[in-house]
């Protein structure tokens, strides 16, 4: 998608390939066991034992400042439903936990599959180049590598995206930050994009044969939607809105594809339709 990319040059693209390239990506689990020496857990002091644990964290870390980085450090246990992009490792990470329904089916169709943790693989992906971590180059390193006029052609477009989603209203006047939720939206917008591209390259991808009445375009954003299903209380909606670098499930469901060219014509979506949004204000990114 990088090489197709018409408000980029070449030379930015060059950089952008050799970043992609440098992915360190890490699946499952860790080879190398934390034993957690020196932690001491007691069953009978639920809050000492989460201050221990939080002194046990800081205290290693503080032993690993001034020794070599350990880039195959996986930095999160196996049992995690959660996945992560390091800027200055340059990897993305994928515990097992994650790898399980509704994000992955091996018994799934592509559709889902590809519209699940293909999307949070690509998401992660996309961090590489978010507002973020666009800052740090294939080895990490906080290094500008765009031409001047790409980067302000990408901050044209961050803005954009931050003016859509400041739009989204979750409480009565309380609407999502777009400034605070960019590298997520970001995050959303290009790895939705890869990874629809990806399944358009499956035997399923190519085909229109529906299951369950849908077509493969339509399961692969309904899966989409499916990841972000939840329920929240009002109290705790505001109280997220305002510290949460993720937008809510609601508008993460719809804050890519309405960018997308290929859910209008998955849903046929049309001018007057409530998400309908005109070629010319559909962000292009990734």
């Known amino acids: 998608r990088i090489k197709g990319l018409e408000w980029m040059s ?19 689990y860790t080879t190398k066991w934390e034993t957690y020496t020196g932690l001491n857990i007691n069953k009978a002091t639920y809050f000492q034992n989460l201050r221990n644990a939080s002194v046990w964290g800081y205290n290693e870390n ?26 200055t ?22 559709a889902l599959n590809y519209g699940g943790i293909g999307a949070v693989i690509g998401h992660e992906m996309s961090h590489g180049f978010d507002d973020s971590g666009s800052q740090y180059d ?37 609407h999502v930050i777009g400034k605070l939720t960019m590298g997520e939206n970001i995050g ?4 939705l994009n890869a990874a629809y591209t990806a399944f358009k390259m499956t035997k399923q991808g190519q085909s229109n044969e529906k299951i369950d009445g849908f077509t493969p375009d339509q399961r692969f954003f ?18 997220l809105i305002k510290t949460d670098p993720h ?32 070629p010319e204000d559909r962000i292009r990114m990734w």
């Not at 490792?89 to 592509?110: E, V």
């Not at 294939?138 to 739009?167: H, I, M, V």
């Open 138 to 174: 294939a080895k990490g390193n906080l290094k500008n590598w765009w031409t001047a006029e790409d980067r302000k052609k990408f901050e044209e477009k961050t803005k954009a995206l931050g003016e859509q989603f400041d739009a989204y209203t979750v409480l009565d006047t309380v």
């Open 188 to 191: 959303d917008l290009g790895g």
């Open 247 to 278: 937008s809510p499930g609601p508008y993460r469901t719809i804050g890519a594809p309405v960018n997308m060219d290929a859910w209008y014509s998955a849903f046929d979506v049309k001018p007057g339709d409530k998400l309908y949004k005109k």
């Open 89 to 110: 490792m340059n990897s993305i990470t994928f515990p097992a936990g994650i790898l399980q329904f509704p994000f992955f089916d091996p018994n799934a169709d592509d």
């Open 62 to 87: 503080v032993n690993r400042l001034g020794k070599p980085v350990d880039r195959t450090r996986f930095g999160m246990t196996p049992p995690t439903v959660n996945a992560s992009y390091s800027p």
């Open 10 to 28: 070449d030379e930015t693209k060059k950089k952008a390939l050799e970043k992609l390239a440098a992915f360190e990506p890490k699946v499952g």
């Open 222 to 239: 309904l899966a989409w939607a499916q990841v972000w299903r939840g329920n929240i209380l009002p109290e705790s909606a505001a109280q």
